[in-house]
Every structure is written in C-alpha cells, then in structure tokens.
C-alpha cells in the first residue's frame, strides 16, 4: 500500500482536492491518502514550508509528499521531485521545502521534465499526481527528470543573531487555528544564543520576560479558579520547538487570538534581547 500526503491552499469548497484523490485512486486503486492540509493561506510558501517541516516526520518512510501551493509552471517556478529524510516530495520550487532543507540536505533532487507529454493548467492533477504514483510504483526519479543539485532557497524565513550575540531578531511565520502566532525562533537558537542569560521578548509594544512550557501554566496551578486567566497572553516554546505568543484558551471565533488581540500578524517582527545583569523585570527561563 502506497502512502501520499497532500498539502494544498486548495480549501475544501472547491472540486480540487476531491480531483486530485481520484486521480490518485485511478492510478493506484489501494493507496491511502492522508490530507495534512487544505487550508494554507493562497500562495503562502512560508507557512507551507512551516506545516510540512512539522508533520512529514510522523509519517512512516517512503510516504510522498505532493505539495499543491503556488504550483502554476514557469520559468521561474519549475517542478522537483527529492528524496529526502526517507521521504519523498513533489513540489514547485519555489522556496518551499527550504526550512525543511536548512538541518537535512536532500539525498537526490530531479527537475521534472514530463510536461511535454501533458498540456495541462491543472500540474497537481496531471503532473504531480502522475509522479508520485510513479514513485508509488517503485520508479527511479531519473525516469522523470533531470537530476540538479540545487533548488530555490527562501531566505525571509530564517532569524538573524547580532554581531555581539546578545539578540535575536525574527518573525512571525504562522498563525494557526487559535490566534497563536508562532515565530521562525526555534528554541535551540533560544539556548545556544541565551545560553541561560535574562532576556525580554519584544513583539511590537507588548513584552515577555518568561516562557511557559505549559499553557495552563500561566494559570499558576490554579484549578478551580483558572477560568479568570482566560485571555491572558503568555509565551511559550510550542510542540514543535517554535517560540509562540498564545492567549490563554483562546478562542477566534468569541473571545480571539493573539493574532487579533495583541495585533500581531505574518512578517511582524519579534526581538528577543539578552542581557547578564540583573534588572528586577527581567525574569529567568524556567
């Protein structure tokens, strides 16, 4: 049984996705698919690259991974097929698949070069979907495109430390179904940069001293009264190693998010200042 993810911007009101399953089912009767997401905000390559660093790696090796985000062909958007981490993906490369890249280098890379053989303006349904049940299937990437050693890098998404080592500068990548806003600082930057220095967060005019490993945390332990700290705002290093500013049980719908309470938003910048005094608002990571 063959195992293909799919990650698009498609969303679900649309016959897209339903499209690309069948497709998929034509080819290959007994494959399972599981859909990580359909509901990437249109064209956003940097909260794809976020989704798919954060949810190849519970999937079991050999799984493909066909990524249907700002996909159109074009001269400066061709499509690639790789092998990495054990895991296959089929993508555009249009900077996509650089955070996942940045700590694990692809083992092969190929350019897809079948499109000559399929008019399409439809390249997930025709084309990828083509190449990843040929993968399915056991096929060489070589059968399908030419092999390269490099891909497009995107490079918005990485932080930056300062000279003297004493802050990080980085930003908002992502914002997910509860208003939480997750930045691209990964706490072992946090560490190996902090190395267990005071520190303040900045994220336009609001500021943390402390980062909660827990959300309920900033409840103070309080199990009968935790309901008055709804709506607190605390950060906190979340399950996949990112720092995220968070509202405590938060809800966008009623009460919002970080995103819409404190007025943060994708490409909003977040500081994060360490110093080796002792000043009294500043308090240790715990």
Do not use: W
Request: with cysteine.
């Amino acid at each position: 049984m063959s195992l293909i993810t799919l990650t698009t911007d498609f969303g679900t009101k649309d016959h897209f996705v339903g499209a690309v399953k069948g497709a998929i089912y034509s080819e290959l009767p007994n494959a399972k698919i599981v859909d990580i997401t359909h509901e990437i905000s249109p064209f956003s390559i940097t909260e794809t690259s976020y989704i798919l660093k954060n949810s190849y790696k519970s999937f079991p090796d050999k799984t493909i991974h066909i990524v249907g985000v700002d996909s159109e062909l074009s001269s400066d958007n061709k499509h690639i097929a790789l092998e990495l981490d054990n895991h296959y993906f089929v993508c555009p490369d249009n900077g996509i698949i650089s955070m996942i890249t940045s700590e694990i280098k692809p083992t092969r890379i190929v350019e897809i070069n079948i499109h000559d053989r399929i008019e399409s303006s439809f390249p997930v349904l025709d084309v990828f979907v083509q190449v990843a049940c040929f993968i399915a299937r056991g096929g060489n990437l070589a059968v399908i495109g030419k092999e390269v050693q490099t891909f497009k890098k995107m490079t918005e998404i990485q932080p930056k430390v300062s000279k003297a080592q004493n802050q990080i500068i980085g930003g908002i990548v992502y914002i997910d179904n509860y208003g939480n806003v997750i930045t691209n600082i990964s706490k072992k930057m946090f560490q190996e940069v902090g190395k267990g220095r005071r520190f303040k967060a900045n994220a336009r005019r609001y500021s943390f001293s402390k980062i909660f490993t827990k959300y309920n945390e900033v409840a103070q332990g309080s199990a009968h009264d935790s309901i008055q700290y709804d709506g607190n705002k605390l950060a906190i290093f979340n399950s996949a190693g990112y720092l995220e500013i968070a509202i405590y049980r938060s809800n966008l719908g009623t009460v919002g998010g970080a995103s819409t309470l404190l007025g943060l938003q994708y490409r909003d910048s977040v500081i994060i200042d360490f110093i080796n005094d002792t000043q009294p608002d500043f308090t240790p990571l715990t």
